[in-house]
């Protein structure tokens, strides 16, 4: 149950790393032009010496001109020159560091833009600035530390995005630090929240690969509950629910989960349909397990080693199902008669099987209402899933929650089907 969960996601993180990256280029350039138009178009305060004014000033109408190699040759010169003032070190450094960014020299620009910040005569906006195309520096050119260190001053100084935080957690998955990272991975959700926006699938990753690498299915579990309300995939029910069973050891509550995966199309190995199928044949309903079985066959599902055993198991559970589908009609009058809703239960489970859910949702709402029912929670279960089939979501929701009520249900049980009915229509 370790396995990679980025190995089954294949390019999740790569994507992910790519787009924040372009999105931190673009920001590298505009913060960089801020910075320089900030310090060449200063009214007051510090000016730049005479001594390099010639220089500057071709510099200067070389950026506006887009010509950044000329303004780095200007630049250069001017630095040649003495004496210099703090001001002038942090203007030409921060002039060479735009021109950098510019010509796609992130790691030039990244040596100007720290040598601007040891001048200390940067202002509290330059720094401010300077620090957030660092770590956009930092985090395109994959040094993590360094994108860690940049984006805690961004995170103390206030001016952090959630992406920002999600770009923190990443560096330090990057590093192996789990713990760090997802730490950061929850700092990251709770600042999206608070943003009032929904939080970003991979930033959900980062936290899950760790878990997985380390064999913490309670986290896992957890993680994986937060992704399928995210976005509901079937690859993250697939992984829940086979976490779910591995450590189940009642054959009732193990239907229950297959009941889940199946009706999420998250069952993806034939051996899951065959065990789900037998199960169900176990529980007098061959008619359900008979679909269950066909829709595995139909759908190319059963491997080969598999396909004999199938096939046998298959014309059984047909040749029941049949003698099930002629006795319907007594079973309805004797089930009508009862005076307890047991029989009602079993029938509109039969028909639920058999893919007559009004009739399941008819003869399941009597049993209830009647009373004496011995698992109510399969009750609940089968009268919610038929009135999901009619596309009548608001009260198979109610349905669903119904099984709060029930006294012995699993724990596990109402979770997963507390969360199915969330994502329901």
């Known amino acids: 149950m370790t396995q990679s969960i980025k190995n089954k996601n294949p390019g999740a993180f790569e994507r992910w790393t790519r787009g924040a990256s372009l999105g931190l280029l673009l920001a590298v350039a505009c913060v960089a032009t801020t910075s320089a138009a900030s310090a060449a178009e200063k009214a007051k305060g510090p000016e730049i ?14 950026l506006q001109a887009g010509q950044w190699a000329e303004a780095l040759k200007n630049l250069d010169e001017a630095e040649t020159k003495s004496p210099l003032t703090a001001f002038d070190k942090k203007t030409i450094y921060n002039f060479k560091g735009f021109a950098d960014v510019k010509l796609g020299n992130l790691k030039a620009a990244q040596t100007e833009f720290e040598r601007t910040l040891a001048t200390g005569a940067a202002t509290p906006e330059e720094v401010a600035s300077i620090t957030r195309t660092l770590f956009g520096i930092s985090a395109s050119t994959n040094q993590y530390q360094k994108t860690i260190d940049y984006g805690k001053q961004m995170v103390d100084a206030g001016s952090a995005t959630p992406d920002n935080v999600a770009i923190i ?9 789990c713990k760090n990272a997802s730490a950061w991975a929850d700092k990251a959700i709770a600042a999206t929240r608070k943003a009032g926006e929904t939080p970003k699938e991979n930033v959900y990753l980062f936290k899950l690969q760790c878990a997985s690498d380390s064999g913490d299915t309670a986290t896992m579990d957890t993680v994986l509950v937060d992704l399928i309300r995210l976005n509901n995939k079937t690859t993250y029910w697939n992984t829940l629910l086979r976490i779910e069973r591995q450590d189940e050891r009642v054959d009732r509550n193990t239907l229950m ?3 889940i995966m199946y009706n999420t199309n998250a069952m993806n190995a034939d051996t899951d349909y065959i065990e789900m199928a037998q199960l169900l044949a176990d529980a007098a309903l061959p008619g359900e397990a008979q679909a269950v079985l066909e829709k595995a066959t139909s759908t190319g599902a059963i491997k080969d080693e598999h396909k004999e055993r199938t096939n046998r198991l298959l014309t059984a559970l047909r040749a029941r199902a049949d003698t099930d589908r002629k006795g319907l009609a007594q079973e309805d009058a004797e089930a009508s008669k009862s005076p307890t809703g047991e029989l009602d239960v079993k029938l509109g489970e039969v028909y639920y099987g058999f893919g007559d859910y009004q009739k399941a949702v008819d003869a399941i709402s009597r049993g209830i209402q009647k009373g004496q029912i011995k698992h109510l929670d399969e009750a609940y279960v089968y009268l919610g899933l038929a009135e999901a089939q009619l596309k009548n979501y608001a009260e198979a929701k109610r349905t669903f929650a119904s099984l709060k009520i029930v006294p012995d249900v699993s724990p596990r049980v109402l979770k997963l089907w507390t969360l199915y009915a969330e994502k329901l229509g």
């Open 49 to 62: 010496s005479r001594v390099i004014a010639k220089e500057m000033t071709a510099a200067q109408k070389a």
């Open 169 to 177: 957690a990443q560096s330090y998955y990057q590093l192996k630090d």
């Open 257 to 259: 989960i297959y009941r």
